[in-house]
């Protein structure tokens, strides 16, 4: 099974809504990241929370952490079209070079 | 700023085929990676590199080569293309390690005839 995982699978709302993604994991964590990845393009981070962190903000995306039930959430306030993409969560362990991602959750904001 | 460029954008091959990715980087960062995303899925780590001439395996690393030469380089050798194979291969860089954000290229695309 997986060691990160998104849910829901795939989410659909309409522009000015608020949506939230989550992400379990089932080891130790240094941090968590998330990430967006829109069509036909490569990830870009849209935050980091480290283990010690319980939220961080960045403009209209709020990421929450829980270590001690291992996850987290990123939530997403006045949604518009262009938040359209794959968001993933990706963790790393303890002195490791290695991240692993999640499969993604899918996001589809209509006008 | 810096970027990530991936060569080539398409890559289209016959089975049995040895194929050839390249990354460059010129945010000078150390740590280099290579994963593979399936149509639907996520990420899966095939090989990485901590510095000029590393190379480490990631989950995925059978059926791949990867090669560190330079400090701003990481290549990616598919040895044996499989039937029907169909996969987005990203690159990505960082300044260290697992902790720090990942800066990925656009991908290549792998479709084997």
């Known amino acids: 099974s997986q060691l990160a995982e998104e849910n829901p699978w795939a989410l659909s709302v309409h522009e000015g809504e608020s949506v939230t993604v989550n992400c379990s994991y089932k080891?130790?964590?240094?941090?968590l990241q998330w990430y967006r990845q829109k069509s036909g393009e490569g990830p870009a981070q849209l935050i980091l929370?480290?283990?010690?962190?319980r939220e961080k903000r960045n403009g209209r995306l709020r990421a929450t952490l829980d270590t001690s039930s291992q996850s987290s959430s990123l939530s997403i306030t006045a949604t518009r079209c262009e938040d359209t993409a794959v968001y993933f969560c990706?963790?790393?362990?303890?002195?490791?070079?290695?991240?692993?991602f999640g499969s993604g959750t899918r996001l589809l904001v209509s006008p | 700023g810096g970027i990530i460029t991936q060569t080539p954008k398409f890559l289209i091959g016959q089975e049995g085929q040895k194929l050839t990715l390249k990354c460059q980087q010129n945010?000078?960062?150390?740590?280099m990676y290579w994963y593979r995303q399936d149509s639907g899925k996520g990420l899966r780590l095939i090989y990485y590199?901590?510095?000029?001439?590393?190379?480490q395996k990631g989950d995925l690393s059978e059926g791949y080569d990867a090669s560190r030469e330079k400090k701003s380089s990481f290549s990616l050798t598919v040895t044996s293309a499989q039937k029907n194979e169909m996969a987005v291969f990203l690159c990505?860089?960082?300044?260290?390690?697992?902790?720090?954000?990942?800066?990925f290229g656009p991908g290549t695309r792998l479709t084997v005839l």
């Open positions: 990505a860089s960082s300044t260290w390690g697992g902790e720090d954000e990942q800066y």
């Open positions: 080891t130790s964590i240094t941090a």
């Open positions: 929370i480290r283990s010690n962190e």
């Open positions: 990706a963790i790393a362990g303890t002195g490791g070079y290695k991240v692993v």
């Open positions: 945010f000078n960062h150390d740590t």
């Open positions: 590199s901590i510095t000029e001439n590393d190379l």
